[in-house]
C-alpha cells in the first residue's frame, strides 16, 4: 500500500469514526490483544464488533413507566414532608459526608 493509499483510507475512516479513549483493566486489555490476534484483526475492530452485538441483544421493555413515575413522586413528596417546618436548607461538609459514609460501612462490615 502506498502513502497515498493510506492517507486517503485514514482521510476517509476518519470522516465516519470518532476517535474514543477507554481505560480497561489489565486482564481485559490482555483479552482484547489475544482475541485481535487470533481473529486477525485490530482491537478497535474487536471493540466495535462487541458493541454490534451488545445492540442487538433485545433491551427489557419498560412495562408500567407510570407506576415507576408515582412510586417516585411518593419517594419527592414523602422526603419533602420531612423537610418542611424545618425552617433552614440543609447545610453539610465534605467531613460530614465522610464520616456518615464510613459510620455505615463500619455497621455493614459489623453484621457481618
Known amino acids: ?9 485514514e482521510a ?6 470518532v476517535r474514543k ?3 480497561l483493566p489489565r486482564k481485559q486489555n490482555l483479552l482484547l490483544k489475544r482475541l485481535a490476534k487470533r481473529r486477525g484483526i485490530s482491537e478497535a475492530e474487536v471493540i466495535r464488533q462487541a458493541l ?14 407510570t407506576a415507576a413515575w408515582e ?32 459510620s455505615r460501612w463500619n455497621r455493614h462490615n459489623a453484621e457481618k
Open 71 to 102: 412510586k417516585i413522586s411518593r419517594f419527592v413528596e414523602k422526603r419533602s414532608a420531612t423537610l418542611i417546618g424545618k425552617g433552614q436548607p440543609v447545610h453539610w461538609n465534605r467531613q460530614e459526608l465522610y464520616e456518615e459514609r464510613e
Open 12 to 17: 476517509s475512516m476518519s470522516e465516519m469514526m
Open 1 to 9: 500500500m502506498y502513502n497515498s493509499d493510506v492517507y486517503q483510507l
Open 21 to 23: 479513549q477507554i481505560y
Open 52 to 65: 454490534e452485538r451488545e445492540a442487538e441483544q433485545v433491551t427489557p421493555a419498560f412495562h408500567d413507566s
